[in-house]
């Protein structure tokens, strides 16, 4: 995943709800990391999601923080805010409770790349522990499966210019 970034020049920005930086930890454990990854944000709180992130207050009102839409506004936030190419999100619920009406392993993982979005829903099994690694290694299978998807250049430079 690192090469095929480092390959096509771009950059890479991480919003993290659920795995509580458990992505951006992952991806740092590899050497040469630091030549794609922009730096990762942890937004744990819902509404830390709407004040760090921007996240629509009304949406995480609607729906909750467990929310495919809110995946996506956390994937643009974290390419926007920390300028780079790929913004990857987390967010879903590791358990062992429910979080607003939602049950444990309901995971979001969410892509924003080149103006598209790509998101996935997951009902993971197991442990907090267990739903917290199903997510990461979810977030980045299908960071993979986006990059392929296109053979596009990445946005623009004003178009990841930080948010307010």
Excluded: F, N
């Excluded at 890479?12 to 992952?26: K, N, R």
């Excluded at 296109?150 to 948010?163: F, H, I, M, Q």
């Amino acid at each position: 995943m690192l090469a095929l970034l480092r390959e096509r020049g771009w950059t890479l920005g991480v919003a993290e709800s659920l795995t509580g930086g458990l992505v951006t930890a992952t991806i740092v454990d590899v050497p040469g990391a630091s030549v794609v990854l922009r730096g990762g944000i942890v937004a744990y709180a819902t509404d830390t999601k709407a004040a760090v992130l921007g996240v629509d207050a009304a949406l995480l009102a609607a729906r909750g923080a467990v929310d495919p839409d809110v995946a996506c506004s956390m994937a643009d936030a974290a390419r926007r805010l920390l300028r780079a190419d790929v913004g990857l999100a987390t967010t879903g619920v590791a358990g062992p409770d429910p979080q607003d009406g939602r049950p444990p392993g309901l995971v979001y993982v969410a892509v924003s790349l080149l103006g598209a979005r790509h998101v996935r829903e997951l009902e993971l099994l197991g442990d907090r522990a267990q739903v917290r690694a199903g997510a990461v290694h979810a977030g980045l299978r299908l960071l993979v499966e986006a990059m392929g998807a296109t053979d596009s250049v990445p946005a623009d430079a004003e178009d990841r210019r930080p948010l307010g």
